[in-house]
């Protein structure tokens, strides 16, 4: 079965750092790109960043830029978000999703993990 | 950055309607649009791709269609379990970006 799971949200302060996780399984993960998008409480989804295959290639929403980082490691099928100087703003659920080549779309998303910035 | 518009943002039909999603983008780009629906709780699920290309798996109800800088989404014969929000998202330009959402809500 194709999934996705995400894992490594919780409560942290204004100012501190989390790692996001996100690890796929049921499909070859080092041929696609992959993608970390949000949605705060009673928003609409956010795109945050992708990376490609190889992880050479990264691209962030320039409100996460300086501050969010994004990595994988194909070995462990494993996708990443670095996150640090967190802001209030940056309260939502956290989705992974995968976009297949020549799609132009997220065609599998994970559940999501909460991550709440509060003092 | 591609604004994207969607209207309305919430509307309310029966079973058996047929529902029209607009999305309004804010410069004309190609056809990398999808459409997602969401529900809460769960993971979003996609629709349509480019603009008008069923996803496997998904009923035929649901079409895509549009250009340039207006797309539509069409659910014919509305069903109770499509009482969700939708989203519209751009992937032809960085930032990727979506529509604010249309919340379904059955009658």
């Known amino acids: 079965e194709v999934q996705l799971v995400e894992s490594g949200g919780g409560l942290v302060q204004p100012g501190g750092s989390l790692r996001l996780s996100c690890e796929a399984s049921?499909?070859?993960?080092?041929?696609?790109?992959m993608n970390w998008l949000r949605q705060a409480p009673g928003k609409g989804l956010e795109w945050v960043a992708n990376?490609?295959?190889?992880?050479?290639?990264?691209y962030y929403v320039d409100s996460v830029k300086g501050r969010f980082t994004i990595s994988r490691d194909n070995a462990k099928n494993s996708l990443y978000l670095q996150m640090s100087s967190l802001r209030a703003e940056d309260t939502a659920v956290y989705y992974c999703?995968?976009?297949?080549?020549?799609?132009?779309?997220?065609?599998?998303w994970g559940q999501g993990t909460m991550v709440t910035v509060s003092s | 950055d591609i604004q994207l518009t969607q209207s309305p943002s919430f509307l309310s039909a029966s079973v058996g309607d047929r529902v029209t999603i607009t999305c309004r983008a804010s410069?004309?780009?190609?056809?990398?649009l999808a459409w997602y629906q969401h529900k809460p709780g769960n993971a979003p699920k996609l629709l349509i791709y480019?603009?008008?290309t069923l996803q496997s798996g998904v009923p035929s109800r649901f079409s895509g269609s549009g250009s340039g800088t207006e797309f539509t989404l069409t659910i014919n014969s509305l069903q109770p379990e499509d009482s969700a929000t939708y989203y519209c998202?751009?992937?032809?330009?960085?930032?990727?970006?979506f529509g604010g959402g249309t919340k379904v809500e059955i009658k």
């Open positions: 480019v603009a008008s």
């Open positions: 999703a995968r976009d297949p080549p020549g799609d132009d779309a997220f065609d599998v």
């Open positions: 049921g499909f070859i993960f080092s041929n696609y790109w």
């Open positions: 998202q751009q992937l032809n330009n960085y930032p990727l970006t």
């Open positions: 990376i490609n295959q190889d992880g050479i290639l990264t």
């Open positions: 410069q004309a780009f190609g056809t990398y």
